[in-house]
C-alpha cells in the first residue's frame, strides 16, 4: 500500500516536468503541482509521511521507495551543478521544500490557514528563496 501510494503521487508530481525548460520553470511547475496533490489528498500524503517513520515498512519497500524520486534527486542535483540552487546534500533539499508542505497542509486542514492563490505564490516564493544560490 505505502509503494503504491507513494508510486502514484511521485508519478502524478513528475507529470508535469519537462526537461526543456529551464531550472526555475520546471522547479516552479513540480513544487506547486506537488503542494496541489498534498493539499488535494491529505489523507495520503499523512500515510505515506508516517509509514515511512514506523518499523512496518521494510528496507526492501523503502528502498523502492527512494528509488522513485532518483528523477527529482537528478533534477536538483543538476540545479546544482548549474549553480542555480545551494550546493548541499539533495536529500537535505527534498527534506526542505517537502517538509514544509506537509506541515502547511496540515494547517490548513486543521483550520489554522486558510490556502489561497496569493499565498501560495507566497509560499512557493518562500520554498525557492530557501534553496536558490
Known sequence: LY?????SKVTQMMSV????ESFPVAFKKLWLNYFTISLNEP???KFIEQFTHTSYLTK???QQGDLLL???EDFLADGIKQGI???LPVALLLSQLMGPIIEIVKLHYDGSLKITPALKEELFAMAWASIRK
Request: hydrophobic content about 25%; aromatic content about 10%.
Open 3 to 7: 509503494y503504491h501510494l507513494k508510486k
Open 17 to 20: 516536468f519537462d526537461p526543456s
Open 43 to 45: 489523507e495520503r500524503m
Open 60 to 62: 526492501k519497500t523503502k
Open 70 to 72: 532518483k528523477p527529482l
Open 85 to 87: 540552487i545551494k550546493k
